[in-house]
């Protein structure tokens, strides 16, 4: 039978480049295209069924629906039942693509994962962590904070080294059928719907309170539909912007303020997910990042309290939301771990 390597195929052009990557880099493993049935996304089972056969590289399917509904859509509603902000993307990664999908084909064989996130996986001391790539406008260190680090020995990374526009170069030169398929940046449990709609159909709208410095403002038509740091799609005439700075689910109370209530040098990570001992970093230049596209900023202290590790930066972050993540970077470079922000 021999090696057996299998690449994650979501039919997109990176994880086709990834599994061309691995019949090279693997010239004498069986190279295997693992598609993840996640939600309705025959769409791209598809075009990863038309990569193999391109690739001549069997192709299989791996049903996970059943753990992506319990774990994946079931947290995403319930977060904002609390009146929080999730990230389905980072949880994802840690408990179903990268997480469960790894243990089943680990124990079915496979030496290696191949996948198309743009990561480095490195080497400090005699830990693995994962490091930002060669292509900063595509890293996906940030979605990435929360895996667990047992699964890094068996994951690989090979877009790491690439650029986007190289990797898109590879699939033109290769004739890859997927070369000109664009990227999805929705949700993709979300079907083309609007979140506010999704939201609508599985939690009842309910109409509340709108408050400003203790004043009832306006009426709303549900907190969930809004959070921490929005400014549009607010209705309220007051004369001046005004953000969302908090959300109370238990009463269905959105409360809104001046953008200098959005600023915050504190953050508390909870449920906190390591790949370097904070014992090991402080004291070296750390770096945290509170959202996928919000630049990072440095650390000046950590402490580690009852509630979760305490992060206080130099400069302050606007608009922090409770239930997004929040990665810890050494160097700005490499991944010490991250958390849910508390």
């Known amino acids: 039978m021999g090696r057996k390597v299998a690449v994650l195929l979501s039919g997109g052009v990176d994880s086709s480049v990834v599994a061309l990557l691995a019949k090279e880099r693997y010239p004498d493993a069986q190279i295997v295209g693992i598609t993840l049935f996640l939600h309705n996304n025959w769409e791209d089972i598809e075009n990863a069924k038309r990569v193999c056969q391109y690739l001549k590289i069997p192709h299989e399917v791996l049903d996970l629906r059943k753990p992506f509904e319990e774990r994946i859509i079931n947290y995403f509603l319930n977060e904002y039942r609390r009146g929080r902000t999730p990230n389905p993307c980072a949880v994802c990664n840690q408990e179903i ?47 990435l904070a929360l895996l667990k680090g047992k699964y890094l020995p068996y994951l690989e990374f090979p877009l790491g080294d690439y650029t986007k526009e190289e990797v898109r170069d590879i699939a033109k030169r290769a004739g890859l059928p997927t070369q000109s398929r664009k990227e999805s940046q929705d949700i993709c449990f979300l079907g083309g719907q609007k979140l506010r709609d999704f939201l609508k159909k599985h939690i009842p709208p309910k109409a509340g309170n709108f408050v400003y410095k203790g004043k009832v403002v306006g009426r709303h038509e549900g907190y969930y539909a809004y959070t921490v740091g929005q400014r549009r799609g607010l209705g309220l005439r007051l004369g001046k912007p005004v953000y969302v700075v908090g959300i109370d689910a238990k009463t269905n109370t959105v409360f809104v303020g001046d953008r200098e209530e959005l600023l915050t040098r504190k953050v508390v990570l909870e449920e906190l997910n390591l790949f370097l001992p904070l014992g090991e970093v402080k004291g070296k230049p750390l770096w945290g990042q509170i959202r996928y596209k ?13 509630r979760g590790l305490e992060i206080t930066f130099r400069e302050p972050f606007a608009g922090v939301a409770k239930g997004q993540i929040g990665a810890l970077y050494l160097d700005n470079r490499y991944l010490v771990g991250g958390g849910f922000i508390a």
């Open 97 to 143: 693509k990268l997480g469960l999908a790894t243990e089943i084909l680990t124990s079915d064989g496979f030496e290696k994962v191949l996948t198309g996130h743009y990561v480095r996986k490195v080497e400090i001391g005699d830990r693995l962590t994962l490091a930002r790539p060669k292509d900063l406008q595509k890293d996906q260190t940030y979605f």
């Open 294 to 306: 919000t630049p990072p900023k440095e650390v000046e202290s950590l402490r580690e309290t009852d």
